[in-house]
């Protein structure tokens, strides 16, 4: 691998960055693993992530979401941890499912092997067969010989039981690899209102069960809610045998798009870099992302987006939607106020009244049943009262049911995965999901080519024909019933140019009214917004303005 440092070329080895975390979970060890790959990637370096989760799931995907949140899918079809989201938003890297492994990966690859006889009649042990894998999966997106640094953030805390396989693999790779491999510890720091103090205890408590597992942390990061005076860092370092130089604090920010420029304040990736021993000049170029977030604090005007979904009171269960929302009202100088309406709360009879103030409306993605009438009830509103609205997934076949059911006067129109015996089965299994008994991993899943139709809507807010987008579904509409659509005014605005599965839908007699099958949120990020997100916000901002006019 190779890169130019004033002009002379230097062959490096990749560099392995670890981060994990400790005290308690949820303290942004996404966040921070993206920081360092934005600011890493601001200087030049080739960098990619993975993420490992201990739990024995195979993948997110047939996990609840208040199990779990959104599972993310990436472009090869890979169901993974919703943190992959917050890569790609960081960093524009499409990622794919050697960046996310679980310990059921894991488990199931050795076994397999040990099926095929591969291990020549051993006793297949967690050490060295497990950590073997573990070590496998950590180094084999460093082997392409196209990045310069992989980051591999550790889910969970370190003294969970089921971490340590994880951290036992991370012990040996630091040995392996030297100083070719860096350990970036997050941790916390709470403050003890009733004394007021902060309290270093956790943390050092964390640092030493890392150490008893032979993990000795190179950075810490300190996760608090108030700035630690520098007493306090250097009894830190002291304390858990870091440098004091390689103390750094993670503060509560107005945004976590500040983070990447906050950690640099603190020389977060020249520490990093000069603990690899890997030269480097200047500054990372931020100015794009100086600009978004300059958009993002200037911003002094508000737009009304209501989002009908069943899981509304989950912080990260439309974490992808919300984050595209967020950026593409930035690009337009506005801020996306967000409302959460519970699918299972409305109704015809109290719709208007929860979605009269909206100035546009997400009707979002989901399966099953329940919360569906309810989404039929929006649906139904904002189309006769000409509001904004973007359908989904199953947003977009909600949008198809509600049609059929109250346009073109099929009443009892459905899809068959809530009602198989519905005369009118305007959604319908997709043809080969039909021999499909195994739920995990079997979707229609990751990217798929999709032609747009000229002179629609969504063929502008694209400014082309052919786009490729992420797909997460079993179902379809069904085809027999694509002319009493179309002669009704309905237009299908984009299909699969192979199968013809219809991709997009909507209606050109309103302002705004784009159903897709696809999930577009999964390749918006914040220096690429995604143009279907920019142009459902303008017009939403533009629904508003005419409100206000009238």
């Avoid at 860092?233 to 130089?245: E, G, L, M, T, Y």
Wanted: hydrophobic fraction near 35%; proline fraction near 4%; aromatic fraction near 8%.
């Amino acid at each position: 691998m190779q890169f130019v440092i004033n002009k002379d070329i230097l062959i490096v080895d990749t560099k392995y960055i670890f981060v994990t975390g400790g005290v308690v979970s949820s303290l942004g060890k996404g966040i921070i693993s993206s920081s360092i790959a934005r600011l890493l990637l601001s200087r030049g370096f080739n960098v990619t992530m993975q993420k490992f989760d201990p739990y024995i799931n195979i993948d997110p995907g047939t996990l609840n979401p208040y199990e779990h949140g959104e599972c993310y899918v990436t472009v090869d079809g890979h169901e993974a941890d919703l943190d992959l989201g917050h890569y790609e938003r960081f960093t524009n890297i499409k990622t794919t499912r050697a960046n996310n492994i679980t310990t059921g990966r894991v488990y199931q690859s050795v076994i397999d092997k040990e099926r095929r006889g591969d291990f020549l009649g051993k006793t297949v042990q967690i050490i060295p067969h497990i950590t073997d894998e573990i070590k496998r999966c950590v180094k084999l997106l460093g082997s392409t010989g196209k990045y310069d640094f992989v980051i591999t953030e550790i889910g969970g805390t370190v003294g969970d039981i089921e971490s340590l396989p994880f951290l036992e693999a991370v012990r040996q790779l630091k040995w392996e690899l030297g100083r070719n491999c860096v350990v970036v510890h997050l941790t916390y720091v709470p403050y003890i209102k009733a004394a007021g103090e902060l309290k270093t205890k956790p943390t050092q408590h964390s640092v030493k069960q890392l150490q008893q597992v032979g993990i000795q942390p190179d950075v810490l990061v300190l996760r608090t809610e108030r700035e630690l005076p520098a007493a306090h860092c250097r009894k830190v370092a002291q304390f858990c045998n870091v440098s004091p130089d390689a103390v750094t604090q993670s503060l509560d920010a107005p945004s976590i798009y500040e983070v990447p420029l906050m950690m640099h304040r603190q020389r977060l990736d020249q520490i990093i870099l000069e603990k690899t021993g890997t030269p480097y000049t200047g500054e990372p170029d931020l100015t794009k992302w100086n600009y978004f977030l300059s958009k993002l604090h200037g911003a002094d005007q508000e737009v009304k987006i209501g989002l009908v979904g069943k899981y509304v009171e989950l912080q990260d269960a439309y974490k992808s939607i919300d984050e595209s929302l967020l950026t593409a009202g930035v690009y337009q100088d506005h801020k996306v106020k967000i409302t959460y309406i519970s699918s299972e709360k409305i109704n015809d009879g109290n719709a208007e009244s929860l979605l009269c103030d909206m100035d546009g409306v997400i009707v979002a993605p989901g399966f099953g049943q329940r919360g569906t009438e309810g989404k039929f009830a929006a649906l139904k509103w904002c189309r006769e009262h000409d509001v904004p609205t973007f359908g989904i997934c199953y947003g977009m076949q909600c949008m198809v049911i509600e049609y059929a059911r109250n346009v073109l006067g099929l009443t009892d129109a459905n899809s068959v995965e809530i009602d198989p015996k519905t005369p009118y089965n305007v959604i319908d299994l997709m043809e080969e999901q039909k021999s499909i008994t195994n739920l995990g991993g079997t979707m229609r899943l990751g990217a798929y080519a999709c032609h747009l139709k000229s002179g629609t809507k969504v063929a502008e807010a694209y400014g082309k024909l052919d786009i490729e987008e992420r797909h997460r579904h079993r179902f379809e509409f069904n085809e027999e019933f694509r002319k009493q659509f179309e002669d009704s005014g309905m237009v299908f605005a984009g299909e699969n140019p192979e199968t013809h599965l219809v991709e997009v839908m909507e209606l050109p007699n309103k302002k705004w009214y784009i159903g897709t099958q696809y999930h577009p949120e999964y390749s918006s990020t914040v220096l690429s917004p995604h143009p279907l997100f920019i142009d459902f916000v303008r017009a939403a901002i533009n629904n508003k303005n005419q409100r206000a006019a009238k």
